[in-house]
């Protein structure tokens, strides 16, 4: 049974950065993509990053520049690197993990930009 299990959110000053990691157990064996996604109040959950076991990767705009996805594909993780964290960041983000025609989401972990 896959689980994903998120962790770095926090509370961080405009300009600052947080690190976001989330740990996959199961069977995760040739999942094609892993990545994160937020959720604002209201609001639909969005794509932020995502990266495949090859190592491409895919940003939304309003991000690229600033974060940077990782993946260890041996430790089943994968990180968000988030710098020059604005206040329009704040949400709660989402790990995602999708192969084998299945899509898994974590827990989340909010995020707030705020000074």
């Known amino acids: 049974q896959v689980q994903l299990v998120e962790s770095g959110g926090g509370l961080v000053q405009p300009g600052g950065s947080l690190r976001l990691s989330c740990a996959a157990s199961g069977n995760i064996f040739n999942f094609y993509s892993m990545g994160w996604y937020h959720q604002r109040p209201g609001k639909q959950r969005e794509l932020v990053a995502t990266?495949?076991?090859?190592?491409?990767?895919n940003y939304a705009d309003s991000v690229k520049g600033r974060f940077t996805i990782t993946r260890d594909n041996a430790k089943g993780t994968v990180y968000l690197q988030m710098n020059s964290l604005q206040p329009e960041d704040t949400a709660v983000y989402y790990c995602n993990a999708y192969g084998a025609g299945q899509n898994y989401w974590g827990q989340g972990t909010q995020v707030t930009v705020s000074s």
């Open positions: 990266i495949t076991t090859s190592g491409h990767t």
